[in-house]
């Protein structure tokens, strides 16, 4: 660990200028982050990043302290669950016709007619996954700190909402989404956490 007079840093030391990333190495990471997620919220860094020594760490961390100590102060306490949801499947009316064959008396006219398909295909899966992840953000209310939401595009049918709980407010948060999957079943969603908090930590931690 490096201590910088209020941000401690967990490193480890590498042979190399580079880290080939693979699935052990990536596990490996993922376990020293749940580590220091035990004892207290960290902003976890991007799987990979070298640098030449603690000189080096200490200049490109105090440049970004101001940051940094705002994220700390915002994940404080909290941790990141996860919410995955299916977004319902489209009508027939929805699903884009095929595209014309090679050959075929087909022409441009049916190719645009095929994007703009396409396009309200997307539309309409964002649309549904709104409603869902209305319910969901409803359902948790004032439990939650932030959250982050990632919807599906054409041909995807996975939504996934992420909510940054404070520790306090997890079993509750598990508690308002396992009603709500009982007052409506036709939810299909699944919890997941806790974990650290990635989705909030964008421009801080890489």
């Given at each position: ?141 004032e439990l939650v700190r932030a959250q982050s939401f990632a ?45 650290a908090p990635y989705s909030f930590t964008e421009g801080v931690?890489?």
């Amino acid at each position: 660990m490096v201590d910088l007079s209020g941000l401690t840093v967990w490193v480890s030391e590498v042979a190399t200028p580079t880290v080939v990333a693979s699935p052990a190495r990536a596990r490996d990471h993922d376990r020293v982050v749940r580590a220091a997620l035990e004892h207290e919220t960290p902003l976890p860094a991007r799987f990979g990043q070298v640098v030449a020594g603690d000189a080096e760490l200490v200049a490109a961390l105090e440049g970004r302290r101001e940051a940094l100590e705002a994220t700390l102060a915002k994940v404080d306490g909290a941790v990141e669950m996860t919410v995955r949801m299916l977004v319902p499947a489209a009508t027939d009316d929805e699903r884009p016709a095929d595209a014309p064959r090679a050959g075929s008396d087909a022409t441009g006219r049916r190719y645009l007619e095929r994007v703009a398909a396409l396009q309200r295909e997307e539309r309409n899966v964002r649309a549904r996954a709104a409603v869902i992840s209305e319910r969901v953000t409803s359902a948790v209310g004032e439990l939650v700190r932030a959250q982050s939401f990632a919807s599906a595009g054409a041909g995807s049918s996975l939504v996934t909402l992420s909510h940054l709980v404070p520790r306090e407010n997890i079993e509750a948060y598990r508690s308002a989404l396992l009603r709500l999957r009982r007052e409506e079943p036709a939810l299909a969603i699944m919890v997941s956490g806790p974990w650290a908090p990635y989705s909030f930590t964008e421009g801080v931690s890489a």
